[in-house]
């Protein structure tokens, strides 16, 4: 128990912080809690009621699902693959073309995400920037965030958050001895062997560390998404986080609410263990 001492401050911290906003969550979550009327000031304990509700109810599975979409195709796709072959492409390249990339890169990411959320709704409304790129080259426009919802705040995303994972893997590709690739190259492997066989191997953990951080960060987008559609007229977009808001700020169900995020809580948590199951692995 030696370190429990030095440990304690960031106990106490984590349970403040972390635990604490969860199990008043999940205490919320049992009642019938509202931002208005007699459950705004005395909320009544109804139990399970909330989650019966809420697992019956085919706007969840479908918010479930959206937010897998969601997460898949920006993080677990285009974030991490885009990251990991823009640290590729510029791992040997000079410091001025390297420097330069990760300049145009970084800029999006550092950007507040409502800021970036508008700079994306300027490129793609119908009078943004993207329509009249194509309407230069003699092609018609559309109004993508009514046609493609999700995958507007899909592209939104990836374009915000792809430069977490290329400093990921630029970290972990200077850290690949160079003479192991040297030494396959020898061999007669080529540029894809080599990749597969002998750098994947060594940056592994880095790249399902990196999953990780980037799933658990996409899985809780709200402002991107609302701000460009607000979960779309027909809900296309609407994935967890938009309807816990919907839940608790337009129907004032605060318990409802609470208990999808307990929902999202565990989506979370599943991701998390899946991912630090498999970098235990052997």
Avoid at 67 to 93: D, E, K, Y
Avoid at 117 to 142: E, I, K, R
Avoid at 212 to 218: E, R
């Amino acid at each position: 128990m030696r370190w429990l001492p030095p440990m304690l401050p960031a106990l106490l911290l984590l349970g403040l912080f972390v635990a604490g906003p969860i199990l008043w969550s999940g205490y919320i979550s049992l009642t019938n809690a509202a931002l208005t009327g007699a459950a705004a000031t005395d909320p009544e304990f109804v139990g399970l009621e909330n989650f019966r509700r809420l697992f019956t109810d085919p706007e969840l599975w479908r918010s479930v699902w959206l937010t897998v979409v969601f997460v898949a195709g920006s993080a677990v796709f285009g974030q991490n693959l885009l990251g990991l072959g823009i640290a590729l492409l510029t791992r040997h390249r000079n410091r001025f073309i390297s420097g330069a990339v990760g300049t145009v890169v970084v800029s999006a990411w550092v950007l507040p995400e409502l800021v970036a959320a508008f700079a994306v709704y300027a490129f793609l409304n119908p009078d943004g920037t993207l329509n009249a790129l194509l309407a230069w080259f003699g092609l018609d426009g559309q109004q993508w965030l009514f046609t493609a919802p999700m995958l507007a705040v899909v592209l939104a995303n990836v374009w915000r958050g792809t430069a977490f994972s290329m400093l990921v893997y630029q970290a972990a590709l200077a850290e690949v001895p160079g003479d192991l690739t040297e030494a396959a190259q020898v061999d007669g492997a080529g540029s894809v062997r080599r990749f597969w066989h002998v750098v994947l191997p060594v940056i592994r953990r880095s790249v399902l560390t990196n999953l990780m951080l980037i799933t658990l960060q996409t899985i809780g987008v709200f402002t991107l998404i609302y701000v460009l559609t607000a979960g779309s007229l027909d809900g296309a977009t609407r994935t967890l986080p938009l309807l816990m808001y919907e839940q608790a700020f337009e129907l004032d169900e605060i318990g409802y609410a609470a208990a999808s995020s307990l929902v999202l809580l565990g989506i979370g948590a599943l991701f998390a263990v899946v991912y630090a199951a498999t970098l235990e692995e052997k």
